[in-house]
Every structure is written in C-alpha cells, then in structure tokens.
C-alpha cells in the first residue's frame, strides 16, 4: 500500500464518522424543535434520495476530476449543509444538503482505489476501507449522542470540524490521471450514459453477481438495524442503549469479516464466498432459538462476520468489472443507485409487516430464508451463466 491510500484511508474514516455523527445530532435537534416523531426515520430518507435521484450524475462527476478533488468538494457540500443547520434551516432539509455531498463522494471514494491500487490489492484495500467505515458507524453514533446531549447545535459545529479536517485529507490526495471522462453534459446524454453503464453492469456476469449480492446486503443490512433492535427488545427484554449495544456488536463482526477477507480471498475467488451469505441467512433464522444475551450477541458478530467476507471481495470485483467496462465513477454510481432502491423496498416491506403486526419472529424466519434463498439463487445463476465462458 502506497502513502496516497493511507491518506485517502483517514480522510474517508472522518467523513463517514461525521456522517454517522450528524445523523444522532440531527435526530437531537429534532427533539429540541419539537418535531413530530415521524420526522426521525425521513431523515434518513431525505439522505438516501439524493444517491437515487443523482445516480446518473454522480458517476460521470466522479470520473471527469481527479477523484481526490471530487472528494473535496463533496465534503465542501456535506460541510454546507451543517451551515444551513446551524442557520435555522429544518433537519430534514439541511441533511438532504449532506445527503448530495455523500452521493457525489461515494463514487469517487470508492473509485479511486482502481486508480492507485493493481487489481491484487483491491480486496485487501476495500478490506481496510469497509473496515475503517464499520469503525465510523460504531464509533460515529456515541460521538453524535455525546456532543449533541445538551445542546444540539453545538454538536453539529462540532461535526462540522470534522467534515473541514477530511476535506484537508481529501486535498493532499495524490493526483491520478482522469479516466472516462464524459464526452458531452447535456441532460439527455447523461441518462443515456447512466442507463448504458446501468445494463452494461447487469449484463456483464461478474458484474451482475455482485451487482445483485451488494443491492440485496445493503437492502437487507439496513433492515436487519430495525429487526434486532425490536427483537432485542421484545424477546431479551433489552432497553434501547442495550439494543444498540448489539448493532456495535453486529458492525465489528462486519470489521472482523472484512479483514479476513482481504487476507484471505484473492480477487480471482471472489464469488467463491458466496456460500458464507447463504449461512449468513440461515443463521440469522436461528436467532428466534436465542434467549440468552450472551449467546445472542455471539451469533450476532458471526451473522457480522459472515456479511464482511462475502461483501469486500463481491465489493472489489463489482469495481474491478466497472473500472474496465465503464470507469469506476459510472460503476460505483450504479451500484449505490441499485443499493438504495433495495434498501427502500426492504426497509418498506419491513415496515409493512410491522405496520400489520406480524410477529417479530415470523419477520426473521421470512426474512433470514429469503436472504439464503436469494444468494443460493444468485450463485447458481453464475454458476450456470459461466459454465461455458469461464471464471474471471
């Protein structure tokens, strides 16, 4: 690894713990409005809209800078939209302001690994960087609760520091050589080029295996944060600081996956993990056996642990396929298009249930089984569209 991803590395790890800062900071100054409770979960769809609604901008973007200073700006429009807070403006619509910068940051953050890296590192880096970001998650909500306890305000100043400090990492990035820029700007050209670079990925067989396995484990990830802490509640008698204790538990086993995978699977191997998603959704059937909170949050940093080994090498090969098909930027802007659209359906049929009072237990029989059904389904679908062309 070269000085460049190490600075990329740190710049990265204080984005997203500002990220996962000012969620907890904004849901504080929500209660200090007096806002209706209903307000709390749209603040997280006010920011993922912006990765759908600009998916076929955010890509070619991404691509016709050096992406260190796409990274720049975008945490310039994350910084943005903590100034509107503090300005007075409403949460939900300065986090939407933060929302389009993480849009426009994504692509680049993830796409100048191509850049810097040969392709036998990039497991080993997504591994580095899906571990610094589960960090951030872990990390990001104690420091937004803590800061923004009294005074809210005050904790997104603080945030806002912090969005100034990655943009400082951002700006020392090593320049790399611009790759695929866009030939034209006009609106028409560019949801063309989205929806070329969006059937190119689903076509393209490795591309769509991971294409298929990323959009479900996001979809599903974001679910599973509600489905344990309501069967945390429900069936161990957990409070909410002690339900989301086991969400931290959760996100280090995704740290502790992710970095055997980048020591352990080769690039090449990638859709070999497979098997470890299919196990991951049995395992999680297997939490309605659970009563104990000891053996609870066993299988809860093992359900982690197999979700960050299949993920980081399905991760690097979905942008080794698109930095050659297309240019990581458009790749990556796909990718994050797909992951947010699953993570609204999943999130809506979760709450669909919920709404219809079906039993906690019912809903993780369902949804474990789909998980396992959908991955096994996935890989015998590879398996079938590579039996005569070959691996990668």
């Given at each position: ?26 849901i ?26 600009l ?16 990274m ?41 690994l ?33 800061v ?16 100034v ?78 339900s989301?204790?086991?969400?931290a ?9 992710s ?7 080769a690039?090449?191997?990638?859709v070999?993990?497979?098997?470890a ?5 049995l ?5 309605i ?22 993920l ?38 979760y ?18 089984a ?23």
């Open positions: 690894m070269n000085r460049g991803f190490y600075t990329i590395l740190i710049a990265q790890f204080l984005s997203a713990l500002a990220d996962n800062a000012l969620l907890f900071a904004a504080a100054l929500l209660a200090k409005l007096q806002a209706p409770a209903w307000h709390e979960p749209l603040l997280r769809e006010f920011f993922i809209f912006a990765y759908i609604v998916a076929p901008f955010v890509g070619p973007f991404a691509d016709a800078l050096p992406k260190g200073r796409v720049f700006i975008s945490n310039g429009i994350k910084f943005l939209g903590c100034l509107l807070a503090l300005a007075g403006v409403p949460p939900l619509y300065a986090y939407a302001v933060v929302g389009i910068g993480a849009a426009a940051y994504s692509p680049a953050k993830y796409g100048i191509t850049e810097f890296l040969p392709s036998h590192l990039l497991v080993k880096a997504n591994g580095w960087m899906e571990g610094t970001t589960v960090l951030a998650i872990i990390l990001g909500p104690l420091l937004g609760a803590m923004s306890a009294k005074n809210p305000y005050f904790g997104i100043a603080i945030i806002t520091g912090l969005y400090l990655a943009a400082f990492f951002n700006y020392y990035i090593p320049k790399a050589p611009v790759d695929h820029r866009t030939p034209k700007r006009s609106l028409s050209y560019l949801l063309h080029d989205f929806w070329h670079a969006f059937t190119t990925l689903w076509r393209d067989p490795q591309g769509q295996v991971s294409l298929a396995v990323t959009t479900l484990f996001w979809g599903a990830g974001a679910t599973m944060q509600f489905v344990v802490l309501k069967w945390a509640s429900l069936t161990l008698g957990f409070d909410e600081q002690a989301t204790g086991l969400i538990i959760l996100a280090v086993g995704i740290a502790v996956g970095a055997l995978a980048s020591f352990l699977v690039l090449e191997n990638a070999k993990v497979l098997p998603g299919i196990a991951m959704g395992l999680v059937i297997g939490m056996f659970v009563h104990s909170p000891v053996v609870a949050a066993l299988v809860l940093f093992t359900i982690g642990a197999l979700a960050g080994f299949f980081v090498p399905l991760n690097s090969l979905l942008q080794y396929r698109g930095h050659i098909l297309l240019g990581a930027g458009h790749s990556i802007a796909v990718q994050n298009f797909n992951e947010n659209i699953g993570i609204l359906i999943l999130l809506g049929v709450t669909m249930m919920i709404g219809h009072g079906m039993p906690i237990n019912l809903i993780i029989v369902i949804f474990g789909f998980v396992s059904l959908s991955m096994a389904a996935i890989y015998r679908h590879y398996l079938r569209q590579t039996a005569n062309t070959g691996p990668l």
